[in-house]
């Protein structure tokens, strides 16, 4: 039994996209520990990515590989949640040039890993036996992301005047993006139907139990999640990964028939 | 990777100093007991370690070109950082942020070694960062295409790792000790470098391109890596006496060129050389002229990217300020918090 592609896309999509954005921070960092950090968070992020491109090329035949699906899909083909995309700043209005702002690096990686270690250790149960020995990999990597994540949203939090209140502008600007993981796309229908998939909506207690320690550890405080819930898992995005893709896939596209 | 071969005056140091060509002060018989001991152990090729006697020059000169080398670490991460985003494939890019992350910690374990010579990494940033303190002027070249990337790894890591094997029996301890880590971790990713540009001259015309174009821009500044010629290399002298420095500049320049060329075949590119040829008699390469003036303008400053990189650091370094008071601030009131838990 194997999950439906579109699935494993959007599983995949998210670790590209988000491994991206942290890899921005290499040779930039607030401290030389952490350009090793989130370059190490990038890593692992590809490498699940590579793991489930594969899983999924491999499914759809006709000559698709990993880089395939990286490289050449558009913005609409993406199905990584619209949060993972979201440069590392206030919100605006996309350019494909960004300022680099830690707090809202660190709390993305924070409400992401959070989720993660819960999908993770789900998807383990998986009926697709690639999936579930990805997810047990995967699993193990993301436990180190959120310790990273969750010890610096408290030091941020609990730290300075400045650094707690830009981990809580950070939080406010993010939290409404959350709303997405519990909606249920059609792919994650599908999954689920055919028990390759998980129930997102019944994660999402465990999720507030690990989200509200946190908080409540760093001192900041919860935002109510309300307004526009976004779409990216279902190829509806926000303008700035039209950017992400310009960038990451220029090279790749302008010699398709090279190999690398 | 990547240390000059020699160690160039930093900007704060005096002429003298700078040269290590002060006549040493007068020796008090205690000090002159301590230096015929810190010769006598050179010259049985030992090593010294943190808690012993050193003479002020030799702990200087250390300090100087370890931290230059930690600083040539992370300044190195700018030229290949600049295309993680850009990475032709996933394969590709794993392996270079795999490597960047390498290079940060290299610089880690570098400014560890200069830090027991009784330097702080603050005082060593401070010094980088208001331009005080040099990095290896390879860095300040960009990164044009993405056949940079292979060739930084296989000439640029090759020409380091030249200067690097050396240094594994540097006469201080700690230094040679990082640099046997350092040189593992060099040659795999040096390797990885040449793989890349392989699998590219074996790719369309505009791959090969690409390739030819980046080693001609990079040839002659990794020759220069090696430092100034030997009869220019005042500090070379000293620097072998202490045992820091085992082989020549210019030595190590000519083993350069005559273990690259036979790789640059196999490749199939040019080398950008005239004058570079076989020499049966001297059973080495001959190579031409390398541009000095160009040289020392990168170094002191006047490079194409000197601005960028160090803009780059002072900015990260700056923009990261409310994050290392946030990580102190934080520690301190848990430090206060468990006091009271204990009283």
Known sequence: MNAPI??????ADNALILGQRNAEWCGHGPILEEDIALSNNSLDLIGQARMLYQHAAELQGNGATEDTLAYFRDVPDFKNYTLCELPHMPLMAATSAGDRDFATTIVRNFLYSSLMVLVWDQLQNSKDAQLAAIAAKSLKEVRYHLRHSRDWLVRMGDGTAESHTKAQTALDQFMSYTQEF?????????ALATGTGIDMAALQNDWNQIVNEALKEATLQRPAAGGFVPTGKQGLHSEHLGFVLAEMQSLARAHPEATW | MYTQSFSVPDGSDDAKSAGLKAVPKALSAQDAALQAQFDARIDADGRIEPREWMPEAYRKTLVRQIS???HSEIVGMLPEGNWISRAPSLKRKA??????????GHGLYLYSAAETLGTSRDQMLDALHTGKAKYSS?????TLNWADVGVVGWLVDGAAIMNQVPLCRCSYGPYARAMVRVCKEESFHQRQGYEALLVM???TAEQKTMVQDAVNRWWWKC??????PDADSPNSAQGMRWGIKRISNDDLRQKFVDATVPQAKVLGVTLPDPDLKWNEARQAHDYGQIDWDEFWATVNGNGPCNKERLGARVKAWNDGAWVR???LAHAKKQQARQMKEAA
């Open chain 2, 95 to 104: 392996i270079l942020i795999a490597k960047v992350q390498d290079e940060g």
């Open chain 1, 182 to 190: 519990w909606t249920t796309s059609p792919a994650e229908a599908a």
């Open chain 2, 201 to 203: 001259m074996q790719g």
């Open chain 1, 6 to 11: 579109d699935y494993l896309l959007h599983l």
């Open chain 2, 68 to 70: 230059q080398h930690a």
């Open chain 2, 223 to 228: 020759l220069a890596m090696f430092g100034p």
């Open chain 2, 138 to 142: 390879i860095f300040n070249y960009p």
């Open chain 2, 325 to 327: 008071e946030a990580a």
